[in-house]
């Protein structure tokens, strides 16, 4: 008697990234791993080759070669976008992709897509950490108010709007700040991922610049935020259920999945960044203060306003998938010292 094993075609952008490395890992350890044929854009020879030594299949492209985008996502039952949350074109090279696979097949595919919280961001230039609301994840009818102009939102409207169409499965991964070091087979991979996170680095660039942390306003404005490793395990979660229990899974409208477990200010990070500049001897003054505007425009440019904003967001319908974040205020507070030591390693002074 012979068996046949059917190969899941998993079709992925920035597997090397701060996210995706971690995204990755949970395909790789994966037990049907054997079972998946995983291909990986990547930008550079160098990068592929360190990734096929992990039984990845890398192809050479960039998020502007838009056929390559389409042909890729038209040959895999599952598209997972992480490169970035603003490129309507990208996106929509990869839907095109998916409507012709659902074409042939008639079978919708999976689009696991990372956003983020930003659309729900509110101007304080940093004077004060008290949002209007605090938006949960289960409030699809306010979410979908949300106008296109809002971050990420250019991207995520057309791609729910393909869920409502029916020619794919769109679930949107929705994380604020995230925080922590990479680990894992992607991150043991010499100069592959990246390891720093999105937000710290504006900020660490500009102590050591001025010689002293510097803050917006009062530095008061409030973030939630969400470790690397927890954001895995979201994805897990809905990687798995989508695989083999869609019915249980909201999708499209439904389908977002907001990561967060804890908040922060930009005030309370600096002080401990500052602390470790002055140990290390590369500030005069560890104790944060106010940018000048004429520093704000000169370290920022015109998107410091964002850089001040509170943020306030529930990911009640990702717990209620029995996603358990494991890494709260502790380890984000810990986590700045080794980020800043990660920063410093990558920009020597
Ligand atoms: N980090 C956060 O706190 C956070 C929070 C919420 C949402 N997000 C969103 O999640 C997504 C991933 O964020 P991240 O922090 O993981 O970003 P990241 O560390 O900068 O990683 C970006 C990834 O995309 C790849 N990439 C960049 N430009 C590309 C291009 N033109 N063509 C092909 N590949 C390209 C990079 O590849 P190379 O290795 O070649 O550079 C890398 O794999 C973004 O859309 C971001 O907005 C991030």
Same mark, same amino acid.
């Given at each position: 008697?012979?068996?046949?094993?059917?190969?899941?075609?998993?079709?992925?952008?920035?597997?090397?990234?701060?996210?995706?490395?971690?995204?990755?890992?949970?395909?790789?350890?994966?037990?049907?791993?054997?079972?998946?044929?995983?291909?990986?854009?990547?930008?550079?020879?160098?990068?592929?080759?360190?990734?096929?030594?992990?039984?990845?299949?890398?192809?050479?492209?960039? %998020?502007? $070669? =838009? /056929?390559?985008?389409?042909?890729? &996502?038209?040959?895999?039952?599952?598209?997972?976008?992480? @490169? +970035?949350?603003?490129?309507?074109?990208?996106?929509?090279?990869?839907?095109?992709?998916?409507?012709?696979?659902?074409?042939?097949?008639?079978?919708?595919?999976?689009?696991?897509?990372?956003?983020?919280?930003?659309?729900?961001?509110?101007?304080?230039?940093?004077?004060?950490?008290?949002?209007?609301?605090? %938006?949960? $994840? =289960? /409030?699809?009818?306010?979410?979908? &108010?949300?106008?296109?102009?809002?971050?990420?939102?250019? @991207? +995520?409207?057309?791609?729910?709007?393909?869920?409502?169409?029916?020619?794919?499965?769109?679930?949107?991964?929705?994380?604020?700040?995230?925080?922590?070091?990479?680990?894992?087979?992607?991150?043991?991979?010499?100069?592959?991922?990246?390891?720093?996170?999105?937000?710290?680095?504006?900020?660490?660039?500009?102590?050591? $610049?001025?010689?002293?942390?510097?803050?917006?306003?009062?530095?008061?404005?409030?973030?939630?935020?969400?470790?690397?490793?927890?954001?895995?395990?979201?994805?897990?979660?809905?990687?798995?259920?989508?695989?083999?229990?869609?019915?249980?899974?909201?999708?499209?409208?439904?389908?977002?999945?907001?990561?967060?477990?804890?908040?922060?200010?930009?005030?309370?990070?600096?002080?401990?960044?500052?602390?470790?500049?002055?140990?290390?001897?590369?500030?005069?003054?560890?104790?944060?203060?106010?940018?000048?505007?004429?520093?704000?425009?000169?370290?920022?440019?015109?998107?410091?306003?964002?850089?001040?904003?509170?943020?306030?967001?529930?990911?009640?319908?990702?717990?209620?998938?029995?996603?358990?974040?494991?890494?709260?205020?502790?380890?984000?507070?810990?986590?700045?010292?080794?980020?800043?030591?990660?920063?410093?390693?990558?920009?020597?002074?």
């Amino acid at each position: 008697m012979s068996t046949t094993t059917t190969t899941t075609k998993i079709f992925v952008t920035g597997a090397t990234g701060y996210i995706g490395g971690g995204v990755v890992n949970v395909l790789i350890r994966h037990p049907d791993f054997s079972s998946f044929e995983v291909v990986t854009l990547v930008r550079s020879e160098d990068k592929a080759k360190k990734l096929r030594t992990l039984g990845l299949k890398p192809i050479i492209g960039g %998020y502007g $070669d =838009l /056929e390559l985008l389409t042909k890729a &996502a038209a040959e895999a039952d599952i598209v997972i976008t992480m @490169v +970035d949350s603003d490129n309507l074109n990208a996106a929509k090279a990869v839907l095109e992709g998916i409507k012709q696979r659902f074409e042939q097949t008639g079978k919708p595919p999976i689009l696991i897509h990372m956003t983020g919280t930003a659309f729900f961001m509110e101007y304080a230039n940093g004077l004060h950490g008290n949002s209007e609301r605090v %938006y949960s $994840d =289960l /409030e699809s009818d306010v979410i979908e &108010a949300i106008p296109e102009q809002a971050f990420h939102r250019n @991207v +995520d409207v057309p791609l729910i709007q393909a869920d409502k169409e029916g020619y794919a499965k769109v679930y949107l991964i929705c994380p604020g700040t995230v925080f922590g070091i990479p680990s894992g087979p992607i991150a043991e991979l010499e100069g592959v991922q990246h390891t720093l996170s999105m937000q710290l680095p504006f900020f660490f660039k500009v102590a050591l $610049d001025r010689k002293r942390p510097g803050y917006i306003g009062e530095g008061k404005n409030v973030w939630p935020a969400v470790s690397i490793h927890d954001v895995a395990d979201l994805f897990a979660l809905i990687f798995n259920k989508a695989r083999g229990d869609q019915d249980s899974l909201g999708h499209g409208r439904e389908g977002l999945y907001i990561a967060e477990n804890l908040s922060y200010s930009v005030e309370e990070f600096l002080q401990l960044a500052g602390q470790t500049l002055l140990e290390l001897g590369l500030v005069d003054s560890a104790e944060p203060n106010a940018l000048t505007e004429e520093e704000l425009t000169k370290y920022f440019g015109p998107i410091w306003p964002a850089l001040a904003t509170n943020c306030a967001a529930k990911g009640d319908r990702s717990r209620a998938l029995g996603w358990n974040p494991a890494h709260g205020k502790e380890e984000f507070l810990n986590s700045v010292k080794e980020e800043l030591l990660e920063y410093l390693k990558h920009n020597k002074q």
